[in-house]
């Protein structure tokens, strides 16, 4: 079993529209949680941390169930410049294990 | 905003030859990490150094790896003696004193072992 599993897409959506990505982990001993974007050929930048209260940051929320090891992320009004591979990430103190992302596509 | 720094941005080696990837990482930061990505595979790690030691390693980091923090500012890895499928691209990160799990990145090196 993966690590950390995501539907790899692509989600091809319009502007405007709200797209949901959802990932599984496997390692209960993770102990922090992230959602990285990553554009084409360029490094993972950090989006988010998800934390098990939920949390928001502007159009994007995150949401970490720890019984079900599931984690959400919900991007609202979705822009063209949205269009990236979202990343769900886990991670202990000395690493960051990463799912293979989920590829997102806004288009006119 | 500070980032973290990696050079080259390319490097094309011969199979068989040592390369050493270099990376500044933020300025305040005690806790750094190398990861790489093969084209079309997800992101991978290789290892993390805290305190001028190695805290943990993958099955990828084998005795061809090596992690060095030659001055107070620099984070080196070197590769002694490349293979074809170390071809990938390396990501250096660096985390923070308070909250080491959050992670910032490098742009990375695109090495191309021939």
Redesign the interface.
Known sequence: RKEVEQDPGPFNVPEGATVAFNCTYSNSASQSFFWYRQDCRKEPKLLMSVYSSGNEDGRFTAQLNRASQYISLLVRDSKLSDSATYLCVTGTASKLTFGTGTRLQVTL | EPEVTQTPSHQVTQMGQEVILRCVPISNHLYF?W?RQILG?????LV?FYNNEI??K?EIFDDQFSVERPDGSNFTLKIRSTKLEDSA?Y?C?SGGAGN?????????TRLTVL
């Open positions: 990490y990861y595979q997800k992101v991978e790690f993390s805290s943990e993958s691209m990501f990160a080491q799990n959050t992670q910032y990145f490098g742009p990375g």
